[in-house]
């Protein structure tokens, strides 16, 4: 046996226990034996005691914040525990304090609770031989399973490869519903508020499809391939969920299309069927081909625990597997059970905020007292103005806009506290006039003129191009705090987030970019190989995609982008779309790793702008294409590479995988297409703040303001002229992240929960119709769920969170869908009070300033200073 800490014996009535002995009456290996036997080996030396085992089988289960969660998988940890000796055990946890120390996803508890451990039994303090039995129970745990107790909920620590995955069946229902979603996500992802045919409803539907099919399909064999393999497995199940993710994400580039064809935008009515598809194909391509280079820094690592995937996984799990009838916290109900109670509760609830009681979802009650008040509007109204509402909402399509049952507490806690003082600076920049904004309303997307109407665009274009002499007649455009509170926050949030990422997690880019190297050289190596936790371990027994595959489809998509933009009018030239992939590859990687961890994600978005208004001043057109090859692909990478983790947690095999998206892909993007054609054909006033069934294309009209203002004006004349402030704000967010770091470091325990990169998204929230009410109610379900229950109430936490998240978010989906259809489409009114209250006053018609337009009939620059 190796040699275990110093001066440890097990006194008992016989005597003394020496170490050795103790060691080889229950840690020898025993696979051989018996259940019986190996419980009575290990626990010998209790029984000296005179201890019930079944006690200590108890502690085995309740040790290490693991409570009833590894009530499945009791018997492999304790298999395990003879496989390990105390060197070992020490080494495992010294590792693990040194790679979870400063993660703050890892469990507070057992971080404390293992610095005990290698600090010897002394310190421990809970007698020799429990210091024994915990000392490798966390080892166990940790070289065998996972440390996160949200990942142990939903990731079984064995793995059958035999079981089928790829299958003919699977792939007819997974393509089947990815065109189903993707048609009715894009149809209906224009319009606010917004819900999706989520992948929880996919899934909800997939299922009995997959086991009708296993029922009623012969078992034979067509050109070689058995039809029906047997029953509907749960590794098939999450295939299809991974084909039908492609669908329910929806294609990012047919949101940007609505900016550039439709006239009341720039009217490019050129952008027809064919090149919307020729785009879409080239962004998702792109993106896939990015997500398999990220692997290394956002698949394999332990760290990227993806907690916006978990609640997919759990679902899974309650569709398909047995569920242990046990009662936790007083419950008994089987999570299938409770996921169709909740099921329909959402489901006939939903009816009330929005179609029967519109008032309960914009529950703007503070301005029902007085409507016309300003000030009240401006400080509590829900569309308006700040959000200082208490209660704001009974939708729970608003409540989860913050994901208040899926992301760490940590991350939501962080974004809120960070749009709460958003809201404060935004209402002092108003109240003091700060550049001109007292004259617009204070949280708008839309950019005004010096007369306080809407930008007219076309009085400052000459045949499509800028025309200085026009703009220094017409207006500068100007726009709300909300908007250039959160465009400055951007700016900042990007150098910030790269430097302070960077700096926090250099090791984990190091060994990644490492592994990528040797890969690319031996090209026989699989990924898996320097990657020692469980799930990795497990996943050495596929063979690996190999990096030069996703390098081809990153090629192939670039190739296709070029000659997109070059071939079509689209008034960009080629040099900038490479400068801008590059730019975008380079922000990915950390970006990436933040969002594996937090569940937020920083992109492109606004940088892609400003690259647009630099690279081509005076072209719109070229700020929106900028914004495409940046935010798109970024967008669309992070969506490929988080079903690529959701399949390492399921050990589905990585190649078939590969093929899975490559084919749904394609699918995607054709009916996707489709159903902007429809929308943009068939549907009067279509991104229209008017339009009846609130069809209103929220991200065109924040899309257009932002093009306005970067490329059509340019960057000069807004940063140097209008707002010059932006242009410091990367240059502060870079010199801000080296002190947040330090501080980080020297204040470790005090600071632990803060994210400063969280902290500033949630600044990001304001500048549109978005504001602090859409995340207050999120607040609260967060604390109660994500933290409360999480640490009051473990094991209910594990079995019914994510079960509950499902369900709510699938009863909103199937409602809000009936409701378009049955009554939203063409629609059929129910005006009564509780349906126009809260769209009533001030806060309701979201045009009142202020301050009024001064009497000479403009306000802001000098006449003549703008050019």
């Known amino acids: 046996m190796s040699a275990e800490p110093k001066n440890l014996s097990y006194p008992n009535q016989l005597g003394t226990v020496s170490v050795a002995e103790a060691n080889d009456s229950y840690i020898e290996p025993v696979s051989e034996k018996s259940s019986s036997e190996k419980k009575n080996a290990i626990f010998s030396v209790v029984e000296a005691y005179q201890h019930d085992p079944d006690t200590i089988i108890e502690r085995i289960k309740s040790s290490g914040d693991m409570d009833d969660i590894l009530a499945e998988d009791a018997d492999f940890i304790v298999d395990k525990l003879y496989t390990i000796d105390a060197t070992e055990s020490l080494k495992v946890l010294n590792e693990a304090i040194d790679y979870f120390g400063s993660d703050i996803n890892f469990p507070e508890q057992s971080l404390e609770k293992m610095r005990l451990l290698v600090q010897g039994e002394e310190a421990y303090g809970q007698g020799p031989l429990f210091y024994d039995l915990d000392l490798r129970l966390e080892a166990s745990l940790l070289k065998f399973h996972s440390p996160y107790p949200e990942v142990r909920s939903v990731c079984s620590p064995i793995d059958d490869p035999s079981i089928p995955v790829e299958t003919l069946r699977a792939y007819i229902i997974g393509l089947f519903w990815v065109a189903v979603g993707s048609f009715v996500n894009q149809l209906i992802g224009f319009r606010q508020p917004h819900f999706t045919l989520s992948s929880q409803v996919i899934q909800l539907l997939s299922v009995p499809c997959g086991q009708l099919a296993a029922r009623i399909i012969p078992d034979v064999k067509i050109f070689g391939v058995r039809l029906n393999p047997g029953p509907w497995t749960y590794k098939e199940q999450v295939f299809v969920t991974i084909i039908t993710n492609v669908g329910a994400h929806g294609a990012v580039f047919i949101y940007y299309a609505p900016t550039m064809r439709l006239k009341m935008f720039y009217g490019q009515e050129w952008m027809g069927y064919g090149f919307t598809v020729v785009m879409g194909l080239t962004c998702e391509f792109f993106g896939l081909g990015l997500a398999g280079v990220l692997r290394r820094w956002a698949v394999y690592p332990a760290k990227a625990v993806w907690p916006t995937i978990l609640p997919t996984l759990q679902l899974n799990k309650t569709l398909l597997l047995p569920d242990a009838k046990k009662r936790i916290s007083g419950w008994t109900i089987s999570k299938y059970k409770f996921f169709n109670i909740v099921l329909a509760g959402s489901f006939v609830f939903f009816f009330f905020p929005d179609y029967l009681f519109t008032a309960l979802s914009t529950f703007n009650w503070p ?92 009085k400052v274009l000459n045949k499509g191009r800028f025309d200085s002499d026009l703009y220094k007649q017409y207006s500068p455009p100007y726009i709300s705090a909300g908007n250039l509170m959160s465009q400055a926050v951007s700016y900042m949030i990007y150098t910030f987030g790269f430097v302070y990422v960077l700096l926090t997690e250099w090791r984990v880019f190091k060994e990644a970019i490492e592994g990528f190297i040797k890969s690319l050289k031996k090209r026989e190596t699989s990924n898996f190989e320097q990657f020692n936790d469980p799930v990795s371990v497990l996943m050495k027994n596929y063979p690996e995609v190999p990096d030069w595959w996703f390098l081809i489809v990153l090629g192939l998509s670039f190739a296709i982008a070029c000659i997109a933009v070059a071939a079509f009018p689209t008034t960009t030239p080629v040099w900038v779309v490479v400068v801008v992939l590059l730019v975008s590859i380079a922000l990915i990687v950390p970006f990436i790793v933040l969002y594996s961890s937090t569940g937020y994600f920083l992109s492109m978005n606004m940088l892609g702008t400003i690259l647009g208004g630099y690279l081509v001043p005076g072209n719109g057109l070229v700020c929106i294409f900028t914004r495409i090859f940046g935010f798109g692909v970024d967008d669309q990478a992070e969506t490929f590479v988080g079903d690529q983790k959701l399949a390492h947690y399921a050990k589905l095999p990585p190649r078939a995988v590969f093929r899975a998206q490559v084919i749904a892909v394609f699918v995607q993007i054709f009916c996707s297409a489709g159903a902007l054609e429809f929308l943009v054909t068939g549907l009067p006033n279509f991104c229209s703040y008017t339009q009846e069934s609130r069809f209103v294309c929220t991200f065109a009209h924040s899309l257009y303001s932002d093009s306005l203002l970067l490329g059509v004006v340019g960057p000069h004349r807004t940063f140097d002229v209008l707002y010059p402030i932006l242009k410091y704000c990367f240059l502060i967010g870079a010199l801000l992240a080296v002190p947040c770091y330090y501080a980080k470091i020297y204040f470790s325990k005090q600071l632990r929960f803060f994210h400063p990169v969280l902290f500033l998204g949630g600044f990001l929230r304001y500048g549109s119709t978005y504001n602090l009410s859409y995340y207050t109610p999120g607040l609260y379900v967060s604390f109660a769920f994500m933290y409360y229950l999480r640490e009051r109430h473990l094991a209910w936490w594990a079995k019914y969170n994510y079960i509950l998240s499902s369900a709510l978010t699938a009863g909103v989906a199937f409602s809000g869908i009936l409701i378009f259809l049955a009554l939203q489409y063409k629609p059929k009114k129910l005006v009564w009070w509780g349906n126009q209250v809260s769209s009533a006053g001030v806060d309701g018609k979201m045009v009142a300033t202020y301050l009024s337009v001064p009497e000479s009939g403009y306000f802001g620059l000098q006449e003549g200073t703008w050019s």
């Open 367 to 458: 301005t029902w007292i007085a409507p016309n008040n300003k000030k009240l509007a401006f400080v509590m109204g829900s569309r308006i103005g700040a959000g200082f509402n208490p209660i704001t909402t009974f939708d729970w399509s608003v409540i989860s806009y913050s994901s208040p049952l899926v992301l760490p507490f940590f991350t939501v806690i962080n974004r809120y506290v960070g749009t709460l003082i958003a809201g404060m600076v935004m209402l002092i920049m108003v109240y003091t006039n700060y550049k001109y904004t007292g004259y617009i309303p204070p949280n708008t997307a839309d950019v005004y003129d010096r007369f306080g109407k809407t930008f007219n665009v076309s």
